[in-house]
């Protein structure tokens, strides 16, 4: 099972620079990111097995990669088969103030369009959303954003949207039409991916071009921490059934070598507390590798962070 090991190697250096950002702010959440640091760094060998711990942050690559293949797991028997089709509804962007009460804004709204529709049709829409936030470094404001997966035409669809366009009207909110936006029917499971993608996405790796970005990042991404924790990723509404969100703990997979002492990880690699001996011996791809691979049409294989796997894992 070297190559879970290995993709897992890639995450857990590819979230190292944004972390030691983020434990440098020393604030109350320095825990939580201590937590993310010490995720999967000890290996300890059980016969021919080798057992990790996760952190289960969402911030954290190793866990994020598992966390959107195991929500698509869940949820994809349930989805398959049905008329749907992602939405994304945004409203302007907001100070660091105004995130917090944004998003409920946003939920309660959209629970509003929901109730509405029931009373027009007399039967509740089914379906699920995501709450995703992005900054804008320049203007220094977040981007609250939905992304909803709607069992519905694209008539409905549209009604949606534009239902939403008018609840923020009548709020003082102000949206723009080009910024909503209507997928086509769902028929690949890849779609799904990017939907359960969004709850985990933060900048890593290359994104962070320089020292002053990473810090600037580390910023935003622990103001946006405090507004997501401890809240479900996913909500569903209609005969969609809501999933448990929680994740393994530990991790067990088998070696192909055997092994005696524990291995710590230390920089780029997991090494035997012994011998020195590396445990992945193969190397991380370099940032000319990466680059190239996300401008690649197979952008969602290979992007950090998702398994290549991931949207044909059993269902
Ligand atoms: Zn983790």
New binding site residues.
């Given amino acids: 099972m070297i190559e879970t090991l290995q993709k897992r190697r890639y995450a857990k250096w590819l979230t190292q620079p944004l972390v030691k950002e983020l434990l440098i702010l020393d604030n109350p959440r320095k825990w939580h990111y201590q937590n993310?640091t010490n995720?999967c760094s000890t290996g300890f060998i059980e016969d021919d097995r080798i057992k990790m711990h996760?952190?289960?942050?969402r911030l954290?690559l190793?866990?994020a990669r598992i966390k959107t293949a195991s929500m698509l797991n869940k949820y994809y028997p349930d989805l398959k088969g049905r008329d749907m089709r992602m939405v994304t509804l945004t409203s302007r962007n907001v100070p660091l103030k105004d995130l917090k009460e944004r998003i409920a804004f946003m939920k309660q709204q959209l629970m509003y369009v929901r109730r509405l529709n029931t009373r027009v049709v007399g039967v509740a829409m089914n379906g699920l959303y995501t709450v995703e936030v992005t900054y804008n470094p320049t203007s220094k404001t977040y981007h609250p954003h939905v992304h909803a997966l709607l069992e519905a035409s694209a008539d409905k669809a549209h009604w949606f949207v534009n239902q939403w366009l008018l609840a923020c009207k009548k709020h003082g909110v102000k949206a723009s039409i080009r910024g909503q936006h209507i997928g086509q029917r769902l028929t690949n499971p890849r779609q799904l991916l990017e939907i359960f993608k969004y709850v985990t996405k933060f900048p890593h790796g290359k994104e962070l071009k320089d020292v002053e970005s990473l810090r600037q990042t580390a910023k935003m991404v622990d103001a946006i921490m405090v507004t997501i924790h401890n809240k479900r990723m996913v909500i569903t509404f209609g005969n969609i059934r809501a999933h448990d969100e929680s994740q393994h703990e530990v991790s067990t997979i088998t070696l192909d070598t055997k092994y005696e002492s524990p291995f710590s990880w230390a920089n780029d690699n997991w090494y035997d507390q012994i011998t020195g001996e590396e445990l992945v011996p193969i190397k991380i791809p370099t940032p000319k590798v990466i680059k190239y691979k996300r401008k690649d049409k197979e952008y969602y294989d290979e992007v950090p962070g998702v398994p290549k796997d991931a949207w044909e894992l059993k269902h």
Avoid: M
């Avoid at 996760?54 to 942050?57: E, G, L």
């Fill in positions: 993310i995720c996760y952190c289960k942050s954290c190793v866990c």
